[in-house]
């Protein structure tokens, strides 16, 4: 579970890191991307795994 979490969150750092180094925000877009990751929708969907 854990494993999937921080996938989850590796993934939301990425793309907010691609959204926000276009306006020169690239580690605040990131910290915010995970910030806003809906952690009971991962846990939820990966917990029959």
Same mark, same amino acid.
């Given at each position: 579970?854990? /494993?999937?979490?921080? +996938?989850?969150? =590796?993934? +939301? +750092? &990425? %793309? !907010?890191?691609?959204?926000?180094?276009?306006?020169g925000?690239? &580690? /605040? !877009?990131?910290? %915010?991307? =995970?910030?806003?990751l809906?952690? /009971?929708?991962? =846990?939820? *969907? *990966?917990s029959e %795994?």
């Amino acid at each position: 579970m854990a /494993e999937k979490v921080r +996938a989850a969150c =590796i993934e +939301a +750092a &990425r %793309e !907010g890191f691609q959204d926000a180094s276009m306006s020169g925000l690239c &580690r /605040e !877009g990131a910290i %915010e991307s =995970i910030k806003s990751l809906d952690l /009971e929708y991962t =846990i939820k *969907n *990966n917990s029959e %795994e």
